[in-house]
């Protein structure tokens, strides 16, 4: 079964970096958010198995976002991704309910790895 993906990022260059890594790697990416109110409507459409969340975006940010997500669906995993000295954000976004995260620029191979960790596939 391919596991379905959606991400959410505010900067168009990210989101076709994540969609070509997982392409690669045999997931189906969904079509993007590129707020988290887009992400809203979008997970209550697509139901992703998944969801890459940016934490600093315009609007909303990530480290809400978490929150605002699992209110609405309890059952979602999410993987923060963002860049590098944002620590101290990673840690509020997993004690909001985030599954993990990945630091940009990030290996392929990391990402999906931490994808298949929090999927529980291998």
Request: without cysteine.
């Amino acid at each position: 079964m391919t596991h379905k993906i959606l991400n959410v990022d505010d900067s168009e260059f990210a989101l076709a970096k994540l969609k070509n890594t997982l392409t690669s790697a045999g997931f189906e990416v969904v079509s993007p958010a590129f707020s988290v109110e887009e992400a809203l409507e979008r997970i209550e459409e697509l139901k992703p198995d998944l969801i890459t969340l940016d934490v600093i975006m315009a609007g909303t940010d990530g480290i809400e976002g978490v929150h605002s997500i699992l209110k609405r669906f309890p059952e979602a995993k999410i993987l923060m991704v963002s860049a590098m000295g944002q620590d101290g954000l990673m840690q509020q976004a997993i004690a909001n309910g985030a599954k993990g995260f990945v630091v940009k620029p990030y290996r392929d191979d990391e990402l999906t790895n931490e994808i298949k960790r929090i999927l529980g596939a291998s």
